[in-house]
């Protein structure tokens, strides 16, 4: 693939999946398809002004990853509310079948446990959020501005082991960065959605503190892309990236509270020129 200048970070992302490509190990995994992996692995990008890394060689549905993102702040575990917006990124991971094979009888179909969102606003007592945002306005140069979704205790209750686990946040001279940690990276269907999350996140708590945003760093495990995702990946391997769009932030936002009553109206995406969609189906 010809290099393109005009986005050497989705450049970078595909020069991963390459490497993914060529040099993975062969893994199994818990879906049985079995994967390409790498382990430790790194994307950086400029979330400045209102830059936002949504790729372009493949076509990512943006509405799902805010009304996601809407769903987590208010820690919400029902993705009931998420199929009835038309997002059903969660339906085969809360399906009777599967929450039956975890022995989650007891669960009504959608109800995903004590992952993301619910650890987010309550992690034993802790509103991590809410404690990052009151760090970032009142303490900037603290080093402990983390928020964790992975408490091994709560595991057995929880449809998945939760993949992106860490986001730490610092302050800097341009503005608030975040390095986000995933223990397992779905390269090709999940990890495109992870990144404009974790960057509107970034966005949303540097709006609330009256600050600019800076750098995501993603850095991830086992990095893998499934046997089932092969030719699909090859296919967006060959395609030219553009550059990346824009996303406004239209609601004003001070507090924790302004961000818990966000809608998907309060975003604006500008200049997304994209490839057709790629088909990833989720390995469930």
Known sequence: MTQNVLNKEEKAYLDLMKEILDNGEYKKDR?????KSLFGTQ???????????LLTTKKVFIRGIIEELIFFINGKTQTKELSDKGVRIWEGNT??????????YHYEVGEMGPMYGSLWRDFNGVDQ???????IKTNPDSRRMLI???DPSKIKDSVLAPCHILYQFYVGRNGLSCQYTQRSVDFCAGLPFNIVSATILTRLLAKASGIKTDKLIMSGGDTHIYSSHIENANEQLNRIP???????IVKNISNISDMETLQY????????????????????
Not at 265 to 284: G, Q, T, V
């Open 43 to 53: 994307l950086k990008f400029d979330i400045s002004g209102d830059k936002i890394p």
């Open 265 to 284: 109206s309060d975003f604006k995406l500008n200049n997304y020129n994209h490839h057709p969609s790629i088909k990833y189906e989720m390995a469930i």
């Open 148 to 150: 964790t979704a992975y």
């Open 31 to 35: 879906t049985g398809i079995g994967t």
């Open 129 to 135: 959020l809410a404690d990052v945002l009151d760090q």
């Open 242 to 248: 553009f550059e990346f769009p824009t996303l406004d």
């Open 95 to 104: 399906s009777r079948e599967f929450l039956d094979n975890r022995g989650l």
